[in-house]
């Protein structure tokens, strides 16, 4: 890569920090063209009617890609900001600016990779190497201590023997400047309008207002460990329902990688050596280590984490039931707990972990319906939706992942006791019992 012209290809890593595809090229490269392009495939429509990526989820990321398009320019270069096939794009980039190299940041899974394998392809023809960069977990893949196939079973082993092992690895600094001698226009980042999807509408009820890019997940971090030390409370608050501050909420940057986990991390470490060193702040380590684990796992399993008989291949019958999920996914079951979760899920695009449970447990355990089509609902609405959190999460709460435990259930009476116990939560969403709109 060194002395050449080499172009970045943006996916999941929309930062300057910890971003070593940036960091190598832009030290290396005599000159470098960042791109990213929105896949097509996005806005397709899933058979059961609502988008692949709804209103929510492509509102965070455009504003993601705002701020990343300003973060670059702060550099002097530019990012480009393309809708289509990438393997095309690429392809015709690489022809009109003699790019000689092409970085990308690694997927492990199935549309990511076809993306990359098509592009491999036509950049073959003109003999363009690609590089790709692991960078999106804690531990590095080369670092835990197994092969990838021999990736422990369940989470409680893999995080046990990788605190042992593995040690996290230092976050690359951002790249003083970005080489660029491209005569291009800068690219607007197109608007929710440019494919008729409505703005969606901001409802004050909501956890969080989340607002896309690595200026405002920085800043975010910074106020919940530094300034509101709310990660000292973490691991008592974590199963709430209602608030800005109960869990850290910086899911949807890392998803679309605002921010890097090594980032929050280091954060972390440093509060821990300058302030309060406590069970709280440990808990959000551990909780962004089943984060990594579903990665490796998505890895080590492939497409078998789609399947609705899952990672073993195990047969349950499950009803493809249209009507009883299409109450559940609108909260209108009846069951006021799942009701009021699914309805905060629907306004605003977010749910707490507890809710995600609670309702993923209801769908495929209770109503028995296929647990596939309640994960694509998540895939279309989650603002902070991650291929391999959602799906294998959804895996093990259907009893076809890693869970060593079968029959795990969460029975709604007994959570609302303990979760919601004065029922303000579901009186939020739904209004006061007597007003709860019964299917
Ligand atoms: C059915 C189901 C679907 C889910 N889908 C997603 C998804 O698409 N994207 C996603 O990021 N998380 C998903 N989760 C995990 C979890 O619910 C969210 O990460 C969490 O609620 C986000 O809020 P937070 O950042 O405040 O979390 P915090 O409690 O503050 O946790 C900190 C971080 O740790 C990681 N984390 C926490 N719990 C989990 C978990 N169970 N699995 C993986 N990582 C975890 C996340 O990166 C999270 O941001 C899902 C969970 C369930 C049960």
Not at 334 to 363: K, P
Request: some cysteine; proline content about 5%.
């Amino acid at each position: 890569m060194k002395g050449k012209r080499v172009l970045c290809w943006f996916t999941d890593n929309l930062r300057l920090h910890d971003n070593e595809m940036l960091w190598q090229a832009a030290t290396k490269a005599s000159a470098v063209l960042p791109v990213y392009i929105i896949p097509e495939r996005w806005f397709r429509q899933h058979p059961l009617g609502f988008p692949k990526a709804g209103a929510f989820r492509l509102k965070f990321l455009l504003e993601s890609l705002t701020d990343l398009q300003e973060q670059v320019k702060a550099k002097q270069a530019n990012l480009l900001v393309l809708r289509g096939e990438p393997s095309e794009i690429i392809r015709s980039l690489v022809k009109e600016h003699n790019i000689q190299h092409v970085v990308a940041s690694t997927a492990v899974t199935a549309e990511e990779l076809q993306d990359f394998e098509r592009t491999e392809k036509e950049l073959k023809k003109v003999q363009v190497p690609i590089d790709y960069y692991w960078q999106n977990t804690l531990y590095q893949l080369n670092d835990i201590p197994w092969p990838i196939h021999r990736l422990p079973e369940n989470f409680t082993s893999f995080r046990k023997e990788a605190e042992q092992e593995a040690t996290v690895r230092q976050s690359f600094p951002v790249p003083d400047v970005i080489p660029f001698d491209f005569k291009i226009e800068t690219t607007p980042i197109p608007s929710l309008g440019d494919w008729d999807i409505p703005q969606p509408k901001n409802d004050i009820r909501t956890a969080y207002p989340f607002r896309g890019g690595e200026s405002a997940a920085i800043q975010h971090l910074q106020q919940y460990i530094w300034e509101d030390e709310r990660i000292t409370t973490y691991k008592e608050t974590r199963n709430e329902l209602i608030g800005t501050a109960y869990s850290s909420k910086v899911s949807a940057w890392l998803a679309v990688g605002s921010i890097s986990p090594r980032y929050v991390y280091e954060e972390v470490k440093k509060f821990e050596e300058k302030r309060i060193k406590n069970d709280s702040t440990y808990w959000l380590i551990f909780e962004l280590l089943w984060r990594d684990y579903f990665r490796f796992a998505a890895k080590k399993y492939g497409n078998a984490i789609f399947f609705k008989n899952g990672i073993h291949n195990k047969k349950y019958t499950w009803q493809n039931d249209i009507e009883k999920f299409e109450r559940w996914r609108l909260g209108k079951t009846g069951e006021r707990f799942i009701d009021a979760n699914m309805r905060e899920l629907l306004h605003t695009g977010f749910m707490s972990n507890r809710g995600r449970q609670n309702v993923a447990c209801y769908l495929a355990k209770d109503l028995k319906v296929n647990w596939t089509w309640g994960a694509a609902w998540f895939e279309s609405q989650l603002i902070d939706y991650d291929v391999c959190s959602n799906w294998l999460n959804w895996a093990y709460i259907a009893g076809v992942g890693n869970d060593p435990r079968e029959d795990r259930y969460f029975n709604t009476e007994s959570q609302v006791r303990k979760y919601d116990p004065k029922g303000l939560y579901m009186e939020r969403w739904l209004g006061p019992v007597n007003e709860t709109i019964k299917p």
